[in-house]
C-alpha cells in the first residue's frame, strides 16, 4: 500500500538552509505535495512537483525529486523564525484521487 | 484563495455521545471532501473519503458505523462522532478539492476541529 515517511523534527539555525527529506513507497505517485502546518491550525500548499519533473523553484523553496529512488526533499533557504511549523510530505496517483500524508517534521529555528 | 471553514473549532464532550463536525467550502464547490485525523505525535490519518451525493469511502480500520460522513451538497459535508469514547479525542480536519478538475488536485484544509471527549 502507500507509504509516505520523513523525519520527525529538525532543528536549524536562523539564516541557514532547511532541507526536510521524504521518501514514497506508490510508483504511481504522480503528484508530490509539500503542505505546512502552522500551530493549531489547518495544513496549506506550500509547493508540488510532477512525476515528470525533477526540480522546481520557487522563490526560497527548491523541491528536488529522485523518482527512482522515490525519495522527495524540501530546501528552505534563508530560514527565518516565521518558517517555523510541520511540513507534511504527500503524494497522489492523479488530481482526483486521495492524498496520502506523510507523518510531518517539525522544524525549529534557533537564533 | 479557496477557503474551507470547520465547526465547530473545539468540542469538549461526555463518553457516549455523539459529535457532529461541519466542514463547508466557502468560496467553491466540492466534489469531493476528505476526513483526515491527526494524533498527538502529529501523523495526519485519511479516515474517508467524501464525495456529494454518494457513500463515503472509508480507509481501512476506520468505523463507518462510528464516524458517519454525509456530504449532502457541493459545499458542506459532516462528520458525526457516535457514542464518542475517550480514545476519540483528537483533532480531526476537513479537506475539500475543487470541482474545476485537473490541475495539481491541491486540497484546500479547514482549520481543524479539536474534540475532548470526557
Known amino acids: 500500500g502507500e507509504d509516505v515517511e520523513q523525519s520527525l523534527f529538525l532543528s536549524v539555525r536562523e539564516g541557514d538552509s532547511s532541507v526536510i527529506n521524504c521518501t514514497y513507497t506508490d510508483s504511481s505517485s504522480t503528484y508530490l505535495y509539500w503542505y505546512k502546518q502552522e500551530p493549531g491550525a489547518g495544513l496549506q500548499l506550500l509547493t508540488y512537483i510532477f512525476s515528470n519533473m525533477d526540480m522546481k523553484q520557487d522563490q526560497r523553496l527548491t523541491v528536488l525529486l529522485n523518482k527512482k529512488d522515490k525519495h522527495l526533499s524540501l530546501r528552505i533557504a534563508d530560514t527565518q523564525t516565521g518558517d517555523s511549523a510541520i511540513y507534511f510530505c504527500?503524494?497522489?496517483?492523479?488530481?482526483?484521487?486521495?492524498?496520502?500524508f506523510g507523518s510531518g517534521t517539525r522544524l525549529s529555528i534557533r537564533p | 484563495g479557496a477557503v474551507v471553514s470547520q465547526h465547530p473549532s473545539w468540542v469538549i464532550c461526555k463518553s457516549g455521545t455523539s459529535v457532529k463536525i461541519e466542514c463547508r467550502s466557502l468560496?467553491?464547490?466540492?466534489?469531493?471532501m476528505f476526513w483526515y485525523r491527526q494524533f498527538p505525535k502529529q501523523s495526519l490519518m485519511l479516515m474517508a473519503t467524501?464525495?456529494?451525493?454518494?457513500?463515503?469511502t472509508y480507509e481501512q480500520g476506520v468505523e463507518k458505523d462510528k464516524f458517519l460522513i454525509n456530504h449532502a451538497s457541493l459545499t458542506l459535508s459532516t462528520l458525526t462522532v457516535t457514542s464518542a469514547h475517550p480514545e476519540d479525542s483528537s483533532f480531526y480536519i476537513c479537506?475539500?478539492?475543487?470541482?474545476w478538475g485537473g490541475g495539481t488536485g491541491e486540497l484546500f484544509f479547514g482549520e481543524g476541529s479539536r474534540l475532548t471527549v470526557l
Open positions: 467524501s464525495n456529494e451525493g454518494s457513500k463515503a
Open positions: 468560496d467553491f464547490q466540492a466534489t469531493t
Open positions: 504527500a503524494e497522489s496517483i492523479s488530481s482526483a484521487s486521495k492524498i496520502i
Open positions: 479537506s475539500a478539492r475543487g470541482s
